[in-house]
C-alpha cells in the first residue's frame, strides 16, 4: 500500500498513483501523458473507483468524477476533445435522467493505451457524489484492514461480486448496499473504525 492518509483531492489521488503499485503508476502514467485531467479540469476532474484503493480487477475501468450544471452543454464540449485523445478516436456516450436517488448524469466511455476509461459527470459536485463518498469510505475501511482486507475484496470481486456490494457483505449491512455505504460517509473516521472493528466476517 502505497500511501496512508485521505484521498479527498485529485492531487492527492495522482500522488497516489504515482507512487504505487504497477497498474496504480501504469494508470498515473495514462492520464499523464494523454492530458485528460487537463481537458476535463474546469469540471473538477476527480481519478476514483476501485484503481486508487487498489480493488481493481485486470479489466476495471479507471472511472474519472466531473462535475457540470449543463449536462449537454459538457458532452458538447468534450466529444471532440476526448475523441482526440481515445484509442481508434471512439467514445460512448450515455445519458442517464431516471435513476433512483440520483441526479441525472452522463457517461462517456472511452479507452486510453490498453484502459478502459469512464467519465461520469453530473450537476453535483464531486465531493457530493456517492461515487466519491463510497470510495473515501471505502479506502478508510482499506486502511483499518490492511492487506487482509484487500485480499477479501478481491476474493468477493474475484466471484462476482461488485464493489459496494462487496463491502457491504464484509460488514454486515442490509438493504441497498450503495445507500448503505453512502450513508457511512456521514460518520468520521474513529466512528466509522469502531462500527467496522466489530463487524468484519473475515479473518
Not at 466511455?109 to 457524489?129: C, D, H, M, N, R
Amino acid at each position: 500500500m502505497s500511501v496512508n492518509g485521505r484521498l479527498d483531492t485529485t492531487k492527492k489521488v495522482m500522488t497516489h498513483l504515482s507512487v504505487g503499485n504497477q497498474r496504480q503508476q501504469d494508470a498515473y502514467r495514462v492520464l499523464h501523458e494523454s492530458g485528460l485531467l487537463f481537458m476535463l479540469s474546469a469540471h473538477a476532474a476527480y481519478p476514483a473507483g476501485t484503481v486508487p484503493i487498489d480493488v481493481d480487477l485486470p479489466d476495471s475501468d479507471l472511472d474519472i468524477l466531473c462535475y457540470s450544471e449543463d449536462l449537454n452543454a459538457f458532452q458538447v464540449e468534450m466529444a471532440r476533445q476526448l475523441e482526440g485523445i481515445a484509442v481508434n478516436g471512439r467514445t460512448e456516450w450515455t445519458y442517464e435522467d431516471h435513476v433512483l436517488n440520483q441526479k441525472a448524469y452522463v457517461t462517456c466511455k472511452l479507452s486510453l493505451g490498453l484502459w478502459p476509461v469512464e467519465i461520469f459527470a453530473q450537476a453535483t459536485p464531486v465531493y457530493q457524489q456517492h461515487a466519491y463518498l463510497h470510495m473515501q469510505v471505502e479506502w478508510s475501511l482499506l486502511q483499518l484492514w490492511g492487506e487482509a482486507g484487500h485480499r477479501e475484496i478481491r476474493r468477493l470481486k474475484q466471484s462476482g461480486w461488485k464493489t459496494e456490494p462487496a463491502f457491504a457483505h464484509v460488514l454486515g449491512l442490509e438493504g441497498d448496499p450503495y445507500i448503505a455505504m453512502r450513508d457511512l460517509a456521514c460518520l468520521q473516521e474513529p466512528e466509522l473504525w469502531d462500527f467496522a472493528r466489530s463487524r468484519v466476517t473475515f479473518k
